[in-house]
């Protein structure tokens, strides 16, 4: 299994360079785009210095806090589509994780504990003791490090179409096959794909996708935006190179199971066929919604399903 791994890691590699230094049109679109996207209407840009670090994050609605965690491959703007209705029924926060956008980029700091306590932080300076927590791809990460170590102050959580690091046997399943955790996580990897950053997304966004052009150009325009960031391609990378970490934390965090109400959302192309039975591993009280006809980019693959399954769950309606 090992020499199999390490194969297609290197085979995947080869190959995703090729494709980003012999392709260029699918980034020219984006390679213009300078000025951040704005929120929603009610909603609004704000910075906070939380655990040593400079966190940016939209805020707005009304009602409870309802705190989302993007993964790798975008930023807040992930949420945009969803941000009018959950507003209506939460306050919601939507940050930049350390490492890539308007958030800082420090040197260190990237295990999901740590970045999971950038986020408790963010919620304590809001005067917010006891959330609700979504979080997808590496945010899922985030969002699981976050309930396990404050798990009094987690009333439900979503966890949303990837895995956690060390939880097996599925982890060593999957990360034998994602060649990309390993290019990643190499120490260079941040400085082989800046500058080049639209055409590393355009090339990367399809390999774990389902439905074609998932997203509209103003996503695009954001999300090349947001790594095009000075030091951003390093600062999100380091999220795969602290994977050994995590995984190291996740054995102990996992020995107390979640009690809160957990929701694993995988879509039908990717993580549902095995995030349910992975969320129950670390947590008792596990809830399945499978996004049907999507793959990883959930929230842009099947918008409607999404959020109806989101509010159900938030709003206590399954």
């Known amino acids: 299994m090992k020499k199999t791994g390490k194969f297609l890691f290197v085979i995947g590699a080869i190959y995703f360079l090729l494709i980003m230094f012999t392709t260029s049109a699918n980034a020219r679109f984006a390679s213009t785009a300078v000025k951040a996207a704005n929120p929603p209407a009610g909603f609004k840009h704000q910075y906070a210095n939380v655990n040593g670090v400079k966190i940016h994050y939209v805020i707005g609605g009304k009602g409870a806090p309802l705190l989302l965690v993007h993964g790798f491959g975008q930023n807040w703007f992930m949420w945009n589509r969803l941000l009018p209705e959950l507003s209506k029924h939460f306050t919601v926060i939507?940050?930049?994780?350390?490492?890539?956008?308007?958030?800082?980029?420090?040197?260190?700091?990237?295990?999901?504990?740590?970045?999971?306590?950038?986020?408790?932080?963010?919620?304590?300076?809001?005067?917010?003791?006891?959330?609700?927590?979504?979080?997808?791809?590496?945010?899922?990460?985030v969002a699981y490090a976050y309930a396990a170590q404050f798990p009094d102050e987690v009333k439900k959580l979503a966890l949303m179409d990837a895995l956690l690091p060390g939880v097996e046997p599925v982890w060593s399943q999957v990360k034998a096959g994602a060649w990309w955790f390993g290019f990643f996580g190499m120490p260079n990897s941040g400085e082989i794909v800046s500058g080049k950053v639209g055409l590393f997304l355009t090339s990367f966004w399809p390999l774990v996708g389902y439905v074609k052009n998932p997203f509209s150009v103003a996503e695009k325009n954001e999300f090349v935006r947001a790594y095009s960031v000075p030091g951003a391609t390093t600062g999100a990378f380091h999220w795969f190179g602290a994977f050994p970490q995590d995984a190291k934390d996740n054995v102990e965090l996992m020995k107390t199971k979640l009690k809160m109400p957990l929701l694993a959302m995988g879509s039908q192309h990717f993580a549902a066929p095995f995030l349910a039975e992975h969320s129950k591993l670390v947590a008792i009280n596990v809830q399945e919604s499978i996004i049907k006809g999507s793959g990883h980019w959930v929230v842009q693959e099947n918008t409607p399903q999404v959020q109806k399954d989101l509010l159900d769950f938030f709003l206590g309606h399954k």
């Open 94 to 141: 939507a940050p930049d994780l350390r490492g890539v956008g308007e958030s800082a980029k420090p040197a260190g700091g990237y295990d999901k504990k740590t970045m999971a306590k950038d986020m408790h932080e963010l919620m304590k300076k809001l005067g917010y003791s006891n959330i609700n927590l979504a979080g997808h791809d590496i945010g899922l990460m």
